[in-house]
């Protein structure tokens, strides 16, 4: 098979993205949604493979600022985009596309690159690891309860347009984002991300609702959400669907949900992407009655093992020399002595012993705090060589809080 992998033309974007659309299944987006990617997708981070006139193979990536360990914010790769047309599977498509792409993103100086899986399985062998996870809750409204904490009572609440308050919402988000690693510090036009409400994607529910919490004439939370109405024999039985939900402090947080809680004509609320951490947990009065289901989200690769590592800090004073496998990016692979602590850190070649031997796979998968080396190692996919390296390394590399995507792009 001959093809031509090349950098994405404009003239080329509706073949490119209807290649994209047929893979996944070939129905066509709202005509907003598409105008909004063909808006957002870097064209010069764009690659397509080409078979004469047709398009076979497409990916992407986004320009990203990634919030990590410590609060820094690193400059990351967000791949998106990734299809193979079904007449050419397994011709090593993909693999030139995600080798090409990889060197690119070296050339480009960002040390990490980030995806979101469509099928997770795919992407481990070139490196990706499964970093963050994302919690969906549904809540049976008429057995469940909040406890709120004190100052919930001193909240406002109001009913917003939210193309209105977009931009103070966003300023909001853009304070939280150095709290918890996996956040995304959105750049200029993402913010249309958030107001995307295509009909045809409602399935019967509302318009994009919002509403704002303040305290004392300011902006102290948001939540965008929809309302499915639905009723049986006995009464009615909506169901609050949340988009996001985001606040400076608990009383602000708690009287959003209950707010969630109360509305009227509803007996259930969806929230389809939290943290697995979320305070959510620990107001509701009955844990059991909350259908709990998580599965993975960010998948993190570490395009260049040094920059990476030095560029997020670590919960205990580290010193530990990492044995990294990486067949796939070999400028990764060797000896590195990582040493750090809550202030900053070092990592660089050496030819020290090895304390703990891994993958490039499984150092993505740590690098947010959210799997630990502990628990990779009970799966055999970290070896300790150095008796209590395995603990020194796994505390250190935690977090405070679970790492998180708020939204897939």
Same mark, same amino acid.
């Given at each position: 098979?001959?093809?031509?992998?090349?950098?994405?033309?404009?003239?080329?974007?509706?073949?490119?993205?209807?290649?994209?659309?047929?893979?996944?299944?070939?129905?066509?987006?709202?005509?907003?949604?598409?105008? =909004?990617?063909? #808006?957002?997708?870097?064209?010069?981070?764009? %690659?397509?493979?080409?078979?004469?006139?047709?398009?076979?193979?497409?990916?992407?990536?986004?320009?990203?600022?990634?919030?990590?360990?410590?609060?820094?914010?690193?400059?990351?790769?967000?791949?998106?985009?990734?299809?193979?047309?079904?007449?050419?599977?397994?011709?090593?498509?993909?693999?030139?596309?995600?080798?090409?792409?990889?060197?690119?993103?070296?050339?480009?100086?960002?040390?990490?690159?980030?995806?979101?899986?469509?099928?997770?399985?795919?992407?481990?062998?070139?490196?990706?690891?499964?970093?963050?996870?994302?919690?969906?809750?549904?809540?049976?409204?008429?057995?469940?309860?909040?406890?709120?904490?004190?100052?919930?009572?001193?909240?406002?609440?109001?009913?917003?347009?939210?193309?209105?308050?977009?931009?103070? /919402?966003?300023?909001?988000?853009?304070?939280?984002?150095?709290?918890?690693?996996?956040?995304?510090?959105?750049?200029?036009?993402?913010?249309?991300?958030? =107001?995307?409400?295509?009909?045809?994607?409602?399935?019967?529910?509302?318009?994009?609702? /919002?509403?704002?919490?303040?305290?004392?004439?300011?902006?102290?939370?948001?939540?965008?959400?929809?309302?499915?109405?639905?009723?049986?024999?006995?009464?009615?039985?909506?169901?609050?669907?949340?988009?996001?939900?985001?606040? =400076?402090?608990?009383?602000?947080?708690?009287?959003?949900?209950?707010? =969630?809680? #109360?509305?009227?004509?509803?007996?259930?609320?969806?929230?389809?992407?939290?943290?697995? #951490?979320?305070?959510?947990?620990?107001?509701?009065?009955?844990?059991?009655?909350? #259908?709990?289901?998580?599965?993975?989200?960010?998948?993190?690769?570490?395009? !260049?093992?040094?920059?990476?590592?030095?560029?997020?800090?670590?919960?205990?004073?580290?010193?530990?020399?990492?044995?990294?496998?990486?067949?796939? /990016?070999?400028?990764?692979?060797?000896?590195?002595?990582?040493?750090?602590?809550?202030?900053?850190?070092? /990592?660089?070649?050496?030819?020290?012993?090895?304390?703990?031997?891994?993958?490039?796979? !499984? %150092?993505?998968?740590?690098? %947010?705090?959210?799997?630990?080396?502990?628990?990779?190692?009970?799966?055999?996919?970290?070896?300790?060589?150095?008796?209590?390296?395995?603990?020194?390394?796994?505390?250190?590399?935690?977090?405070?809080?679970?790492?998180?995507?708020?939204?897939?792009?």
């Amino acid at each position: 098979m001959t093809t031509d992998l090349r950098v994405l033309a404009e003239s080329e974007w509706a073949s490119w993205y209807g290649a994209l659309d047929l893979a996944f299944g070939g129905v066509p987006e709202a005509p907003q949604e598409q105008e =909004l990617w063909h #808006d957002l997708v870097e064209r010069d981070r764009s %690659l397509g493979v080409w078979d004469g006139d047709a398009c076979i193979g497409t990916t992407s990536a986004f320009s990203f600022r990634l919030s990590v360990p410590g609060g820094a914010l690193v400059d990351a790769a967000g791949v998106t985009m990734v299809s193979v047309a079904a007449t050419h599977r397994r011709r090593g498509v993909l693999t030139s596309m995600m080798r090409r792409q990889l060197d690119d993103v070296r050339a480009k100086g960002e040390p990490l690159a980030v995806l979101t899986a469509s099928e997770p399985v795919i992407y481990g062998r070139f490196g990706y690891g499964a970093a963050t996870s994302q919690m969906q809750v549904t809540i049976d409204t008429t057995r469940v309860r909040l406890s709120v904490p004190a100052g919930t009572d001193d909240v406002r609440l109001r009913y917003a347009v939210p193309a209105d308050v977009h931009a103070a /919402c966003e300023e909001l988000y853009a304070r939280r984002v150095v709290e918890r690693p996996g956040m995304l510090a959105r750049r200029p036009g993402w913010e249309r991300h958030g =107001l995307l409400d295509p009909e045809s994607d409602r399935a019967g529910a509302s318009p994009l609702l /919002c509403v704002v919490a303040e305290r004392a004439g300011e902006l102290v939370g948001y939540v965008r959400f929809a309302v499915k109405p639905d009723w049986e024999w006995q009464g009615p039985k909506g169901t609050v669907r949340v988009r996001d939900i985001e606040a =400076l402090d608990p009383a602000a947080y708690a009287a959003l949900w209950r707010f =969630l809680f #109360d509305i009227d004509l509803t007996s259930s609320v969806v929230a389809r992407s939290r943290p697995v #951490d979320d305070a959510l947990l620990q107001l509701v009065s009955d844990v059991r009655r909350c #259908d709990i289901a998580v599965r993975d989200s960010l998948h993190v690769r570490l395009v !260049e093992v040094g920059a990476a590592l030095e560029a997020r800090t670590y919960q205990a004073p580290l010193d530990v020399v990492f044995e990294v496998e990486d067949a796939f /990016c070999p400028w990764n692979a060797g000896r590195w002595r990582l040493t750090g602590d809550a202030k900053g850190a070092s /990592c660089a070649r050496t030819r020290d012993a090895a304390d703990l031997a891994l993958s490039v796979r !499984e %150092l993505g998968a740590a690098y %947010l705090g959210g799997v630990s080396l502990t628990s990779l190692a009970g799966a055999g996919r970290v070896r300790e060589l150095r008796q209590g390296a395995l603990a020194e390394a796994s505390v250190a590399l935690g977090s405070d809080v679970a790492p998180w995507l708020p939204h897939g792009f």
